[in-house]
């Protein structure tokens, strides 16, 4: 009796251990560490994170998996998790409370992943995190409170990143980094600050000058992993190390320009200069009346550090040109403008002396434009000046070779577009627009081609269809049936033969077809294409009045 008792015992004791144990992930690995339970995941298919983890997990460590997110409330029943790894995965999105109901997180890695940004206000949950690992993603920007809930935080690491331009006062207010720098703090107490910035594209302007200037000053118990931080731009900084570097302040652009007022010719080539200086460079643009229909070239170049220079050239400059042009430079401190008058005069018509003066014919700036084009129709819209403070009256002409066609059309002052809705699809056209009373020049005309009617591809398609279908419905009857047909008394054959001699002569109408003895032939037309330039011979005669003798 005591020994079955005995074995009872022992059966509860095996049924208690296994019922203890937490459950593990298929695919992953459950041991026991010296810090707690732990479960790793490495190249498992882990499509999110899963929900049904134990509390009892103090590491839970998911790498090379298709996860790509962090969702809010991931880790709900794992109040004492306290290493977080996420390594080498394919997280881009972390939301905001994705890290809540871990109050006792103490790392958290997440390098190799493709973060943008983080939500920095989530570390508000994990006030005891001590180790933030995010190298190797692609944040580009660190705000300037992104450090203020890392209040325990004892190595960043945002390497192998894309940050540009960081501000200083991100470290100078992130708490970690006061409370070592206070006097009286007793720094032997505080471990050391560990803070990885390497291999990041730097671009050393103005505006990095405040983290250029934190890093030359930074000391115990502050540690650099890389001390070595490498400009990657501008070119004139390409490769020099932040220790070497010397940065201006920033300021606004200032604008200048060799002159202001400019006056030329009709005819004359001009270009317009403006000279920005600003930290950082700035970008220039140019605004002016008529930009929308006069388009000129804009050449920018840099003449020395934080210069630019751009040149607008206008070529053969017509009245309509006339005007401000307004140059305008810009970068992040601000925007500045400067505004160039030009003014086109006329050119001065030479006269010989004691000749008669004749008046000359009017001359106009054109610029004729397809705005929309249809089927059947086009939008045609223009821009036309005259040389003559009158209002003038022009001329639209619109042909095509293809389709015989020639409009002609007079347009009153004020009138600047026109429509066309019964032009042939797919043809080619031409519209020209001159002052009335004169031929069209060069440069006032455009030619435009019509689209495609859809319907006649429709219809084509669909008798291609048809003709498939009737070739099938032939090549089903069988053959025993031709043979049939050919040996009945009335030819088919030779009706069609006569038939097709008949066209030849008189197309107007086709005789009656003749009965065949099964009928299978009745009331089907035959259908006979003559060819062009054919001529009916008396040998053709002969032969067809032996036939009807046969």
Known sequence: ????????????????????????????TCSEESFGRTLQCISVSLGKIPGNLSEEFKQVRIENSPLF???????????????????????????????????????????????????????????????????????????????????????LDLSSNRLTVVSRSVFLNWPAYLKRRQPDCGAGILSSLVVALHDNPWVCDCRLRGLVQFVKS?????ILVNSYLIC??????????????????????????????????????????????????????????????????????????????????????????????????????????????????????LHAPDSLSIPSEGNA??????????????????????????????????????????????VGPGINTYAVDDLLPGTKYEACLSLKGQPPHQGQCVVFVTGRDGGGLEARERLLHVTVVLCVVLLAVPVGAYAWAAQGPCSCSKWVLRYCLHCRKDPSCPPAAPQCRDGSFREHPAVCDDGEGHTDTEGDKEKEGAEENS
Request: proline share 6%; charged share 15%; hydrophobic share 45%.
């Open 1 to 28: 009796m005591a020994s079955v008792f005995h074995h009872f015992l022992l059966v509860l004791v095996f049924l208690d251990t296994h019922a203890a144990q937490p459950f593990c992930l298929p695919g992953c």
């Open 69 to 155: 997110e962090m969702p809010q409330g991931s880790f709900i029943n794992m109040s004492t998790l306290e290493y977080l790894w996420l390594n080498f995965n394919n997280i881009s999105v972390i939301h905001l409370g994705a890290l809540e109901h871990l109050p006792e997180l103490r790392e958290l890695r997440l390098e190799g992943n493709r973060l943008r940004s983080v939500p920095w206000t989530a570390f508000r949950a994990t006030p005891l995190l001590r180790v933030l690992d995010l190298k190797r993603n692609k944040i580009d920007a660190l705000p300037e409170l992104a450090l203020q809930f890392l209040v325990s935080l004892t190595y």
């Open 218 to 222: 930074i000391t115990l118990p502050v």
């Open 232 to 349: 990657r731009g501008p070119l004139s900084k390409a490769g020099q190390i932040f220790h070497e570097t010397e940065l201006s302040a920033c300021m606004k652009p200032q604008i200048s320009t060799p002159s202001a007022n400019v006056t030329i010719r009709v005819g004359q080539n001009v270009t317009l200069r403006c000279l920005a200086q600003a930290s950082p460079s700035p970008s220039i643009a140019w605004t002016y009346p008529l930009s929308m229909w006069r388009e000129f070239d804009v050449l920018t170049s840099s003449t020395g550090e934080d210069t630019a220079l751009s040149e607008l050239a206008i070529p053969a400059a017509h009245l309509v040109d006339s005007g401000n042009y307004t140059c305008m430079a810009s970068n992040s401190i601000g925007k500045s403008t400067l505004v160039i008058s030009l003014h086109v005069q006329p050119a001065q018509a």
């Open 365 to 410: 700036y054109i610029d004729l434009r397809v705005v929309k084009q249809t089927v059947h129709g086009i939008l045609l819209e223009w821009l036309a000046v005259a040389d003559t403070s009158e209002e003038e009256w022009f001329t639209l002409h619109i042909a095509s070779d293809e389709a015989f066609r020639k409009e002609v059309v007079h």
